[in-house]
């Protein structure tokens, strides 16, 4: 049974950084497909569609971190709330990732037709960057509590 | 439900479309539409066939009976898996049988059955003939504007407000995907309507270039190669 806590221990610590990179990967390729695609209509303008396609690449950041926080000796006292802050952390992530690369996809594609429209197009990429920084924050603040 | 992701790459790539009627060509040619489409998969891109040779006029034969063109839909209809272009589909059969029975019954006609068309209103049609708008006002508020232009006998006008209409229509469904298959098949069915629209003011230019020259060409006869009347 100890064995089976401990492993969950483990996997709590690994995943904010597995599904961070796991969501900046998705996000990044749905976004950076759009990039391509507008290239190909478009006469200039390509380095801010490159740079917004790279948007998603910072939930694997906030994962490393929260790794690195999380990372401790895995007792059985402590293993729960590693599983528990690890896994939840990661699956938020995931989500925001892959979301914002949507969003950023959209972006991309409006502001090929219309470019002046740039800067109020990622609000909503901001935005779930801001959901994506909550998941963050307070895992940190949570983990502060694991012994 | 199609992949909401599939063509990120192929949507972004094709332009955005300009206002219809301000346009005066689609914003790209047919060979670089179909180049780009290239990108679909052979099952969607079979699909999409079906939904264009079903909806273009181009596709019917002139002599097509009724009952051959309802067929062809029902034929169409039963190929195209997505829930969306199946509504979008028989959205544009509604508008269709509507402005047909309105041309049928100006023309003095009614229906041979009880049924008309094809769509929601096939029975509703014929047993509402004598209301001048079919008591269809609130499904297709545009049903009495299209009775006034018949009747004023404008059909240009007319062709300019179904084309409006059924662009509204798919404006409305694109607002609800935007990377998958079905954000491909409205944006063709756009480009349609544009191309329709397009090739529609090409005819009139024509017809008024030759009134024009005959206009230009009537007082040719009245002179002479010496430059003197006759």
Same mark, same amino acid.
């Given at each position: 049974?100890?064995?089976?806590?401990?492993?969950?221990?483990?996997?709590?610590?690994?995943?904010?950084?597995?599904?961070?990179?796991?969501?900046?990967? @998705?996000?990044?390729?749905? =976004?950076?497909? +759009?990039? *391509?695609? &507008?290239?190909? !209509?478009?006469?200039?303008?390509? #380095?801010?569609?490159?740079?917004?396609?790279?948007?998603?690449?910072?939930?694997?950041?906030?994962?490393?971190?929260?790794?690195?926080?999380?990372?401790?000796?895995?007792?059985?006292?402590?293993?729960?709330?590693?599983?528990?802050?690890?896994?939840?952390?990661?699956?938020?992530?995931?989500?925001?990732? @892959?979301?914002?690369?949507? =969003?950023?996809? +959209?972006? *991309?594609? &409006?502001?090929? !037709?219309?470019?002046?429209?740039? #800067?109020?197009?990622?609000?909503?990429?901001?935005?779930?960057?801001?959901?994506?920084?909550?998941?963050?924050?307070?895992?940190?603040?949570?983990?502060?509590?694991?012994? | 439900?199609?992949?909401?992701?599939?063509?990120?790459?192929?949507?972004?790539?094709?332009?955005?479309?300009?206002?219809?009627?301000?346009?005066?060509?689609?914003?790209?040619?047919?060979?670089?539409?179909?180049?780009?489409?290239?990108?679909?998969?052979?099952?969607?891109?079979?699909?999409?066939?079906?939904?264009?040779?079903?909806?273009?006029?181009?596709?019917?034969?002139?002599?097509?009976?009724?009952?051959?063109?309802?067929?062809?839909?029902?034929?169409?209809?039963?190929?195209?898996?997505?829930?969306?272009?199946?509504?979008?589909?028989?959205?544009?059969?509604?508008?269709?049988?509507?402005?047909?029975?309105?041309?049928?019954?100006?023309?003095?006609?009614?229906?041979?059955?009880?049924?008309?068309?094809?769509?929601?209103?096939?029975?509703?049609?014929?047993?509402?003939?004598?209301?001048?708008?079919?008591?269809?006002?609130?499904?297709?508020?545009?049903?009495?504007?299209?009775?006034?232009?018949?009747?004023?006998?404008?059909?240009?006008?007319?062709?300019?407000?179904?084309?409006?209409?059924?662009?509204?229509?798919?404006?409305?469904?694109?607002?609800?995907?935007?990377?998958?298959?079905?954000?491909?098949?409205?944006?063709?069915?756009?480009?349609?309507?544009?191309?329709?629209?397009?090739?529609?003011?090409?005819?009139?230019?024509?017809?008024?270039?030759?009134?024009?020259?005959?206009?230009?060409?009537?007082?040719?006869?009245?002179?002479?190669?010496?430059?003197?009347?006759?």
């Amino acid at each position: 049974m100890n064995e089976l806590v401990l492993t969950l221990g483990w996997l709590g610590i690994y995943a904010p950084m597995a599904l961070g990179a796991a969501a900046s990967a @998705i996000g990044c390729s749905i =976004a950076g497909m +759009a990039s *391509i695609g &507008a290239m190909t !209509e478009t006469e200039g303008g390509y #380095g801010r569609f490159v740079g917004v396609s790279a948007f998603p690449s910072t939930m694997v950041i906030y994962g490393i971190v929260i790794m690195f926080t999380l990372n401790r000796d895995v007792t059985p006292e402590n293993a729960g709330g590693l599983f528990g802050i690890g896994i939840l952390s990661g699956i938020a992530l995931m989500y925001c990732g @892959i979301w914002q690369g949507r =969003a950023c996809a +959209a972006a *991309i594609n &409006a502001t090929k !037709e219309k470019p002046e429209i740039f #800067g109020l197009s990622l609000a909503p990429a901001a935005i779930i960057e801001g959901f994506g920084v909550f998941a963050f924050v307070f895992a940190l603040v949570i983990s502060a509590g694991i012994s | 439900m199609s992949d909401p992701d599939a063509y990120i790459a192929l949507v972004s790539s094709l332009p955005g479309s300009e206002r219809l009627f301000v346009a005066k060509q689609p914003p790209l040619s047919r060979l670089r539409l179909d180049r780009r489409l290239t990108a679909l998969t052979p099952e969607d891109a079979r699909v999409l066939r079906v939904l264009e040779h079903a909806l273009n006029w181009g596709d019917y034969d002139m002599d097509v009976t009724d009952a051959q063109a309802i067929e062809r839909c029902k034929e169409a209809l039963r190929d195209i898996p997505q829930p969306t272009l199946r509504k979008l589909f028989l959205e544009r059969m509604d508008l269709r049988t509507t402005a047909a029975a309105l041309r049928l019954r100006k023309q003095g006609g009614s229906p041979s059955s009880g049924t008309f068309g094809m769509g929601r209103w096939t029975r509703h049609i014929p047993a509402n003939w004598t209301d001048p708008s079919f008591r269809l006002e609130g499904p297709m508020p545009w049903i009495k504007e299209a009775k006034q232009l018949l009747d004023a006998e404008d059909p240009l006008g007319l062709e300019r407000l179904l084309l409006s209409v059924s662009h509204k229509q798919l404006k409305k469904h694109a607002a609800r995907h935007l990377f998958d298959f079905e954000a491909v098949a409205i944006y063709v069915l756009i480009w349609n309507i544009f191309d329709r629209w397009a090739q529609s003011n090409a005819q009139d230019a024509v017809k008024r270039f030759e009134h024009l020259a005959q206009q230009a060409m009537a007082g040719v006869a009245e002179i002479d190669i010496d430059g003197a009347s006759a």
